[in-house]
C-alpha cells in the first residue's frame, strides 16, 4: 500500500506491484540493459509520470490517465517494462534492447531512442532521487516529458517519476546457464563391472527426464533432473552379462542430448569380487574371460556362457 499526497491509500498499487513481478520475469530479456551480465542496483518497471509514461514509439510519451490508467497499462502490456539505476546508481535507461539517449549529456537538448551503446555517454543516466533521472550526476539536466507534445528533453526541470517508480521491483539477477548432461558416477572408464541396482548420478538442466537404455533400446532407469540441476536413477532388469549403455536427456523443449555410456558388464553380487582361475585356487572359484567377443564364466569346474 502507497500513500498519495492527500494521505488516501491505494489498494490498487499493492496488487499492480505483485503483477509487475510476473511481467519482471517475463520481459527481463527484453528489458535486460546492454550490459546485461551486471543487473545490480537496478529496478525494472514502467517510467511514469503523474500522466505520462514512455513508450517506444516516435511519440515516446503517452497520456496514462493517471495512476490506475498506469496500472492497466502495465497490466495490459502498453506500457513498456524498463530496465534502469536504481537510487544512487548509474547506468543505461533500457527496453527491447533500445535505450534513452541524450542528445547533449549534461546539458538540456533532445531524448531519443536508440539501440543500446555501453559507449555513449547520452545513454548513461543517473538516478539522484526516487523521483529524478539526470545524464550528469551533479549538474545535469533532468529526464521531462513535455505534456502538451509528450516530446521527451533533457531540461533544467524534471518530470517527477514517482508514480513508476511504484511499482518497479529490483531486476532479477541474469540466470545462470543450466548445468551440462553429464554422468558423475559409475566411472566406467575405471571399471565397467555393474552390479544390479547400481544408481547413476550426474548432473543437467532442471525439469528435464533422465533415460538410461540397454543395447536393445530397453528402459532400464528412468529420473526428473531436480530443480538443483542433479538426478539420480538406480538401474533394474539388466541381465547378467555383457550390454551397452546410452543415457538420454530430454530437455524441456523437447530436444534430446545423448550420452552413449559404452559397454557394461553385469555380474550378481556372488561375483563382484576378482575371479580366480580354479587350477590356482584348488577348484574353489571362478575365473572371467573375454575371447571373440563373447564372455566365458568358469564356476566350480562348470563352465557356461552367460546370457
Request: no cysteine; proline share 13%; net charge negative.
Given at each position: 500500500m502507497v500513500s498519495t499526497k492527500s494521505g488516501k491509500r491505494i489498494g490498487r498499487v499493492a496488487s499492480?506491484?505483485?503483477a509487475m513481478v510476473g511481467l519482471a520475469a517475463v520481459s527481463m530479456t527484453l528489458a535486460a540493459p546492454a550490459n546485461a551480465a551486471s543487473l545490480e542496483n537496478m529496478m525494472t518497471?514502467?517510467?511514469?509520470?503523474?500522466?505520462y509514461f514512455l513508450t517506444l514509439n516516435p511519440g515516446?510519451?503517452?497520456?496514462?490517465?493517471g495512476l490506475p490508467g498506469l496500472e492497466a497499462a502495465v497490466e495490459s502490456?502498453?506500457?513498456?517494462?524498463?530496465t534502469y539505476p536504481s537510487v544512487g546508481a548509474s547506468g543505461p535507461i533500457s527496453s527491447d534492447g533500445l535505450c534513452l539517449q541524450a542528445a547533449k549529456p549534461g546539458a538540456a537538448g533532445a531524448v531519443s531512442v536508440a539501440p543500446c551503446d555501453e559507449t555513449n555517454p547520452g545513454q548513461t543516466w543517473f538516478t539522484t532521487s526516487p523521483v529524478t533521472f539526470k545524464t550528469a550526476k551533479a549538474n545535469g539536466a533532468m529526464l521531462r516529458i513535455e505534456g502538451a507534445s509528450s516530446v521527451v528533453t533533457n531540461a533544467n526541470s524534471g518530470t517527477n517519476w514517482e508514480a513508476g517508480m511504484k511499482l518497479a521491483v529490483p531486476a532479477a539477477p541474469v540466470a545462470p546457464d543450466p548445468a551440462p548432461f553429464v554422468v558423475l558416477t559409475p566411472n566406467l572408464s575405471e571399471s565397467n563391472t555393474l552390479l544390479p541396482g547400481t544408481t547413476f548420478t550426474g548432473t543437467g538442466e532442471p525439469g528435464s527426464t533422465v533415460v538410461i537404455t540397454d543395447k536393445d533400446g530397453n528402459t532400464v532407469g528412468e529420473t526428473i533432473v531436480d530443480e538443483y540441476g542433479a538426478w539420480s536413477a538406480?538401474?533394474?532388469?539388466?541381465?547378467?552379462?555383457?550390454?551397452?549403455l546410452t543415457a538420454t536427456e530430454t530437455l524441456p523443449n523437447?530436444?534430446?542430448?545423448?550420452?552413449d555410456l559404452g559397454p557394461v558388464v553385469v555380474v550378481m553380487s556372488d561375483e563382484s569380487t576378482p575371479l580366480m582361475d580354479p587350477t590356482v585356487a584348488g577348484g574353489v572359484g571362478a575365473v572371467l574371460v573375454t575371447a571373440a567377443g563373447a564372455t566365458l564364466v568358469i564356476r566350480r569346474r562348470k563352465a557356461h556362457i552367460a546370457a
Open positions: 499492480a506491484a505483485a518497471g514502467p517510467i511514469a509520470g503523474e500522466s515516446y510519451g503517452t497520456y496514462s490517465g502490456g502498453a506500457a513498456p517494462i524498463w538406480p538401474i533394474s532388469g539388466l541381465p547378467q552379462g555383457p550390454n551397452n523437447g530436444e534430446n542430448v545423448v550420452i
